[in-house]
């Protein structure tokens, strides 16, 4: 994988948009997101706004289930305890559980897989399509960020959301509005102890950890922000990516695959290279190795 | 999930075999792995040994790699600081990556899997099967213990041991020696925080958590063993989990996924119902509610 990622050009890597990222402050480190307006835009505009408003701050991770996901907001049961919402954000969104398909570039896997007709990848989203319905919508896989939410399919509203910790729970697409992935940090999030209540919720509050803020990198002074570099998947060296995966080359592997799951697909980021100028003043930076 | 659970009756559960059952004590607690010898036994038998002779007491988890693996075992690096290995337990063992599948009883799920042409269950095991090879083999879910090899195919004994703790890596399926599954406690391995070296390795030796003991359940004394039961893999109360799982009925879907990947599925477990001589001493006391 990392002859592959060594021989990539300038062009096919990507800057998050700092419009589409948001970062999850801790006491121990940053967790970073891409939104994905492209599928949930009424959930990012909200969250946007929430996070704009400072709506997060102080609030906590309150559920952490082995194997499953972990889900942070507001930690109060009565809706009369909760903290308003700020300035600009909508207590109410409608369900954005899939799209059309039509204007979506669609970097499909070769492979099958039992939960859609199709799977792939939309600006590095894993996705998934069904051709005779003209329909898209986001995959569930490790680090896919959704929006909580109750019996109605329109009671989401971004404010609680929630990161896949475990193996791929495929069964939730189409039923609940996915808004990005995490892109860096999830090391932060699967590591919480497991809540012991119901659904892993913490039973007491001071199991919770809190959240220091959340922000939109756009919200963010430059000096701030966390720069990383996404790899396109609609490039060739993506699918190069894929196939060196599908078909394990290393002398470790005995038996090859010639299969790939959707989520088992690694999404390669790096810290932005270094400019030549900068190299020579600090010649032992270096671009950080993508994981796996 | 719990209707179909609480429906079920007596014979439908079994206890865990002492004999292939291992313990793993750390600190704070408990993990129980249920051995395979159907598909790995010169494995089983190493692992067995090793535990008699207290071969793992005092050695430590050496590795946690996020969406991937823990490890443990000898951290040494050098072969000459390795701990030997106790009375009875070999240094070199036969790869097992597959069996024949001739006299295993295959409970089939009815969903198609790119990795392998069949998968289903083996005595409440996570496999796949291959009708034209006639071969079996063990599959990598959440939960999965394998043991950890070199290069050479037969250089695994059971001595590095690692447990699947993210999403399913089934590209090792018929790659290494599965041995056996995490039946309680992987709570105590999935939040072991990430190694910061290659692999997920600690950099530091304080970084490992110290194993106070594995030991066979059989070689533990009655009363400090862990007493669980396993729902039969091969039952209709399975079969009916299973369907109850590929097409969620409860309200908050509302779309069903008409399918369900092999390491999706739930293997319930419960501590053995008190029966009702005891239950009338200790009205307080209930079978563990089975996990998700």
């Given amino acids: 994988m990392q002859e592959i990622l060594d021989a990539t050009q300038a062009g096919d890597w990507r800057t998050l948009d700092p419009k589409n990222t948001l970062y999850l402050d801790l006491a121990n480190g940053r967790v970073v997101i891409e939104l994905a307006p492209a599928f949930a835009p009424a959930h990012v505009a909200n969250i946007r706004a929430l996070a704009k408003s400072g709506y997060w701050n102080g609030l906590s991770i309150n559920r952490s289930q082995d194997n499953f996901v972990v889900q942070w907001g507001d930690p109060a049961e009565d809706d009369k305890d909760r903290k308003p919402l700020g300035r600009g954000a909508k207590a109410k969104l409608p369900a954005e559980f899939a799209r059309k398909s039509d204007g979506l570039v669609f970097d499909r896997l070769p492979d099958a897989d039992g939960w859609a007709p199709e799977v792939g990848f939309v600006d590095g989203f894993p996705a998934a399509r069904d051709p005779a319905a003209k329909t898209a919508w986001m995959a569930h896989c490790y680090g896919t960020v959704g929006a909580g939410r109750d019996v109605a399919a329109d009671s989401s509203n971004g404010t609680e959301l929630y990161v896949v910790t475990g193996q791929s729970p495929r069964q939730l697409d189409r039923n609940i509005t996915v808004v990005g992935r995490v892109v ?96 020579q003043k600090a010649p032992s930076a270096k671009g950080k190795k993508a994981r796996k």
Same sequence: chains 1, 2.
């Fill in 184 to 279: 860096q940090g999830i090391e932060l999030l699967s590591v919480l102890p497991r809540g012991t209540g119901p659904l892993g919720f913490y039973v007491q509050p001071t199991q919770r950890t809190p959240i220091q803020a959340i922000r939109l990198a756009a919200d963010v002074p430059k000096k701030e922000r966390t720069a990383i570099e996404v790899l396109r998947t609609g490039t060739p060296a993506f699918a190069e990516l894929v196939e060196a995966r599908r078909n394990r080359r290393d002398d470790w592997y005995k038996h090859m695959a010639g299969h790939i799951d959707l989520c088992n697909v690694p999404l390669p980021t790096r810290a932005p290279p270094v400019a030549p100028a900068q190299a």
